[in-house]
């Protein structure tokens, strides 16, 4: 086995745009009748600022119903600091030392109000999976909060592990997250080899 160390990042925005990304079933089995009703009236009438106050309560209908769900997960050069900006890696091959860096984003957690912020209150853990299919390591990442002044729906995060001296072998890196909020919990693979 080896030694196992951990850090994460987490980083969100906003994307008002990314709503229809979201949806895992038809908006009309998501949304009320009433907001879209309403959206559509205000849209018709040329209030903007009405507009949009109900496209975010349509948004905010539809996030609620959504799945706490991986949308990607890559592997990375380095541990990235902002939303989308990660560098993928050329190929999934380790030596046997080293360090493993994934960039997620995930989409369905909830938010917490505290004071004049919103808080997200996760809890996450990263196992490495031997070729037999056991888990050779574990890593506990424990809370990962982030206050912000909006809910915003852009979530991601970059799990990073370091191992020593794994035999060689294709292996995988699960990933799992628990949201104290919503009570959702999610979990990811990626795959990678350890070659000498």
């Known amino acids: 086995m080896g030694r196992w160390m951990c850090r994460t990042g987490l980083t969100l925005g906003t994307a008002v745009g990314a709503i229809p990304l979201l949806l895992s079933e038809p908006v009309g089995s998501q949304a009320p009748d009433a907001d879209i009703a309403r ?12 507009a949009l106050e109900a496209l975010e309560l349509i948004g905010a209908a539809i996030w609620s119903r959504t799945s706490l769900a991986f949308t990607r ?16 890696r050329d190929n999934g091959v380790f030596p046997p030392t080293g360090e493993i860096n994934v960039y997620t984003e995930f989409i369905g957690y909830g938010w917490r109000p505290d004071g004049r912020l919103f808080a997200l209150d996760m809890t ?13 390591g574990t890593i506990d990442y424990g809370k990962l909060m982030l206050k912000m002044p909006s809910r915003s729906r852009d979530g ?17 890196f699960r990933i799992v997250i628990d949201d104290a909020v919503t009570g959702k919990s999610t979990e990811t693979s990626v795959p990678f080899a350890i070659r000498k």
């Open 124 to 136: 996450g853990r990263g196992e490495f999976i031997a070729p037999g299919g056991h888990v050779v």
């Open 39 to 50: 959206l559509v009236g205000v849209l018709k009438g040329g209030d903007n600022a009405a």
């Open 73 to 88: 997960a890559v592997l990375v050069t380095e541990r990235s600091s902002r939303h989308r900006e990660a560098r993928p």
């Open 156 to 172: 991601s995060l970059t799990f990073s592990g370091a191992f020593k001296d794994l035999p060689e072998g294709d292996y995988k």
